[in-house]
């Protein structure tokens, strides 16, 4: 992708399954729905630090997508960004995100264990639900909401460190 590209539309690289490798420019601020969804093949992306938001369902079904490293720059991992991932085992999320929403790892069975950045006060419905493999979650001190089917069909799960300031699960 060109150094000139500053947003990837919605659909734009939609079930390319020959797609492998993408390095994303930088300057580019912003990844569209289904950007990357269905690209079966992808295993490596690396998002520059000018990305604010990973849009919804951008990844999805990216069914080879080992690991990701979110830049310290993005603030929101929209609704089901890497749902159904089911190869991705690691991924870092900075303390710059604030916004995780719904299904944002659905499905994503090879995940093993994830920390929430303490900005995240919210964890959304169904955020985790059916990642057979996680074992180990740490939620932020402030969180206060634990959203529906957060943790269904997590087989796994061995141990979740849920602060005193939750009000509601």
Same mark, same amino acid.
């Given at each position: 992708?060109?150094?000139?590209?500053?947003?990837?539309?919605?659909?734009?690289f939609?079930?390319?399954?020959?797609?492998?490798?993408?390095?994303? &420019?930088?300057?580019?601020?912003?990844?569209?729905?289904?950007?990357?969804?269905?690209?079966t093949n992808?295993?490596? @992306?690396?998002?520059?630090?000018?990305?604010?938001? @990973?849009?919804?369902?951008?990844?999805r079904?990216?069914?080879?997508?080992?690991?990701?490293?979110?830049?310290?720059?993005?603030?929101?991992?929209?609704?089901?960004?890497?749902?159904?991932?089911?190869?991705?085992?690691?991924?870092?999320? &900075?303390n710059?995100?604030?916004?995780?929403?719904?299904?944002?790892?659905?499905?994503?069975?090879?995940l093993?264990?994830?920390?929430?950045p303490?900005s995240?006060?919210v964890?959304?419905?169904? @955020?985790?639900?059916?990642?057979?493999?996680?074992?180990?979650?740490?939620?932020?001190?402030?969180?206060s909401?634990?959203?529906?089917?957060?943790?269904?069909?997590c087989?796994?799960?061995?141990?979740?460190?849920? &602060?005193?300031?939750?009000?509601?699960i």
């Amino acid at each position: 992708i060109p150094d000139s590209v500053t947003s990837i539309g919605d659909g734009a690289f939609y079930c390319c399954a020959g797609l492998t490798e993408i390095t994303i &420019p930088d300057g580019l601020t912003s990844i569209g729905f289904v950007a990357f969804q269905g690209c079966t093949n992808l295993t490596k @992306i690396t998002i520059p630090d000018s990305v604010l938001s @990973i849009g919804k369902q951008s990844f999805r079904s990216c069914s080879s997508l080992r690991e990701i490293a979110i830049p310290e720059s993005v603030i929101s991992i929209r609704y089901g960004a890497f749902s159904y991932c089911t190869s991705l085992a690691n991924i870092t999320i &900075p303390n710059s995100v604030t916004s995780i929403a719904g299904d944002a790892f659905y499905n994503c069975t090879s995940l093993t264990e994830i920390t929430i950045p303490n900005s995240v006060t919210v964890i959304a419905g169904s @955020i985790f639900q059916n990642c057979t493999s996680l074992k180990e979650i740490t939620l932020p001190d402030d969180t206060s909401f634990i959203g529906s089917e957060t943790f269904k069909k997590c087989t796994a799960l061995e141990k979740i460190v849920i &602060p005193k300031s939750v009000t509601t699960i």
